[in-house]
């Protein structure tokens, strides 16, 4: 009997057997593995990581230095899982390196399949045993002391194993691109793959300083908003102003200063610049030390989320499952509590 062949002809040959040296793929004879339609073979974990490495780093050297390896192996890598696949992957530019159409989509899918695999065999070797290693976590800055500074303190001391790295940013920082574990965001969220979990619903309160109230005096109502100067955050609808039972479009006063930044907003509040839409867990500590009024408490604000958001997959690491389980029990306080630590283990409060 002659030798059973190992793949088209036209592959068999090129296709390289040493990972080192830039292997891609391995043959798939009858029942075993799950061959690509009409080739036969598949790309191999270390290749499909190395695809992506390149593309979401935008270039060889970057990726090579990520992976630990060698330029020109990355680089042969990358080449003959074009010959496998009979296209071309990434091409360069002026601007630098990019994935072609192809490229792209073997990309996002070898991501999302990459992602679901470790986070398997996390779950396999971590069952029964202590959650341990680093979680990347990202959120806006408003909700660092109130919401992540004492959930993370908490897991540090309940986990000693967990390690922790925190990505403050306003903007929404892609988790895939940024290696994120997972992300705390506010507001509405845009359709998208990732698995959303919601936290809680944060409804603002009207404030401003005591040395504001004395020289513009004290709105009755939101009518009474045209006469004032009125802060606004740049990233939440109608600059925050959104009252219950009114048009977000409602007329109010001049918008002095627009700002990313609750915590910005608070301190403009504080020195008397004008009213602020802020979080309650913000304005209560200022109201207490005298610094700011809370206004209008008779016309509440439209409440908005806050959510937990990571990449999708139906199996979630040990160590995943518990910062997200941390997060749950805490953001079921009371909202004006948040940014008090924590002394024992998160409890869910009954609804």
């Known amino acids: 009997m002659g030798r059973l062949p190992l793949g088209p002809p036209s592959l068999t040959a090129a296709a390289p057997v040493d990972r080192h040296t830039g292997s891609l793929c391995r043959t798939s004879l009858p029942g075993v593995g799950h061959p690509l339609r009409g080739s036969g073979v598949i790309p191999d974990l270390d ?5 992506v490495e390149v593309v979401g780093r935008g270039s060889y050297t970057a990726a090579a230095a990520h992976l630990g390896l060698d330029k020109s192996v990355v680089s042969r890598r990358v080449s003959a899982l074009e010959r496998m ?51 990347r976590l990202t959120a806006p800055t408003s909700l660092d002391r109130a919401l992540v500074a004492p959930v993370v303190s908490w ?16 903007e929404r920082l892609d988790l895939l691109d940024h290696g994120i574990d997972l992300a705390i965001r506010g507001g ?53 102003w959104n009252f219950a039972g009114l048009p977000q479009g409602f007329e109010r006063g001049r918008a002095p200063v627009q700002a990313n930044s609750f915590g910005s907003l608070l301190d403009l509040a504080c020195a008397g610049a004008g009213l602020a839409v802020l979080p309650p867990f913000m304005a209560a500590p200022a109201a207490a030390q005298g610094r700011l009024r809370i206004v209008l408490e008779g016309h509440p604000l439209v409440g908005y989320p806050v959510w937990a958001v990571h990449a999708g997959s139906r199996h979630l690491s040990r160590k995943l499952s518990v910062t997200l389980r941390a997060f749950e029990s805490y953001a ?20």
Not at 155 to 170: K, Q, V, W, Y
Not at 232 to 240: D, E, K, L, R, T
């Open 47 to 51: 290749s499909l990581r190395t695809l």
């Open 85 to 135: 696949l009979r296209t071309q992957l990434v091409m360069r530019s002026t601007r630098g390196l990019s994935a072609t159409h192809a490229g792209q989509l073997l990309v996002d899918q070898g991501r999302e399949l990459l992602g679901r695999l470790e986070s398997v065999c996390e779950e396999i070797v971590d069952q029964g045993q202590e959650p341990a290693g680093l979680v």
């Open 155 to 170: 897991l540090m001391t309940a986990h000693p194993r967990l390690r922790f790295e925190i990505l403050l940013a306003e």
């Open 188 to 240: 509405a969220l845009p359709d998208s793959r990732l698995v959303v979990h919601r936290l809680a619903d944060v409804v603002g309160v009207v404030a401003c300083s005591p040395g504001y109230l004395a020289a513009h005096g004290e709105p009755a109502g939101p009518g009474d908003l045209i006469r004032h100067a009125c802060l606004q955050h740049a990233q939440v609808p109608n600059g925050g």
């Open 332 to 351: 079921r306080l009371p909202v004006e509590t948040w940014g008090r630590p924590l002394a024992a283990t998160p409890r869910r409060r009954t609804r």
